[in-house]
């Protein structure tokens, strides 16, 4: 069974300085790999995705994210966070389930939070 | 609309008690996807309808919890017998599914149901 590590619960970043957030895989296989987006009441917003080829992956709002399959890692930057980028970050792998399909196992999430 | 709606976005209910949550899927999309999310953790799967089919329910945490989606569009979970530890936000999610067995597809979310259990 797949899973996902995401090892920070909180990150304090001032506006205007880079971001990483970390993320780590279990699974078996080559994995299908997403970052989400959740801000408050607000449904969960793909960021960017992984699925083959190039290991830099480039997604919306200026968020990039780089597979590196000797770490197991998966982890999320942005060069400039803005304030508006405060929110719950998710990191998803997806692997096959008991049940046959491909579903995401989501990180429990690594809440953002951006000083003025 | 143009997005995943889901109503109620609050349900209070008391113990024993049943409830439905419903979900709108943008409109074609013929994969819908229910999760739970707790406080604190990321979303957790429930079950996975493709058309008007439950194609994998394995997530599903016992038999107390029961979705469908009876003309493969809007869908609705069930919960009987409400218990404190059911209180959490009911997430629903579709999809084009342009691929088979879904998840590799890209989802979208709704703002989701928190259900209250007192």
């Known amino acids: 069974a797949q899973s996902v590590t995401q090892p920070d619960i909180h990150i304090t970043v001032s506006e205007g300085a880079s971001l990483e957030l970390r993320c780590n895989y279990s699974?078996?296989?080559?994995?299908?790999l997403f970052w989400y987006v959740q801000s408050p009441g607000q449904g969960l917003q793909l960021l960017l995705k992984y699925f083959s080829g190039d290991t830099l992956v480039q997604g919306i709002k200026g968020f990039e994210a780089e597979f590196k399959r000797s770490q197991s890692s998966f982890n999320l930057r942005k060069p400039s966070v803005h304030w508006s980028d405060a929110a719950e970050y998710f990191c998803?792998?997806?692997?096959?389930?008991?049940?046959?399909?491909?579903?995401?196992?989501f990180g429990r999430g690594t809440s953002l939070i951006v000083h003025p | 609309g143009a997005g995943v709606s889901q109503t109620p976005s609050n349900k209070v209910t008391e113990k024993g008690k049943y409830v439905e949550l419903r979900c709108d899927p943008i409109?074609?999309?013929?994969?819908l996807y229910w999760y739970r999310q707790s406080l604190g953790q990321g979303p957790e799967f429930l079950i996975y309808f493709q058309g008007t089919g439950a194609a994998d329910d394995s997530g599903l945490p016992n038999d107390r919890f029961f979705a469908v989606r009876p003309e493969g569009s809007v869908s609705t979970l069930k919960i009987q017998r409400t218990e404190r530890g059911d209180s959490a936000v009911y997430l629903c999610?579709?999809?084009?599914?342009?691929?088979?067995?879904?998840?590799?597809?890209?989802?979208?979310f709704g703002p989701g149901t928190r259900l209250t259990v007192l």
């Open positions: 999610a579709s999809s084009a599914s342009l691929t088979s067995g879904g998840g590799t597809d890209t989802q979208y």
């Open positions: 699974y078996g296989a080559t994995p299908y």
């Open positions: 998803a792998v997806v692997g096959t389930r008991s049940g046959g399909s491909y579903i995401p196992t």
């Open positions: 409109s074609g999309h013929t994969a």
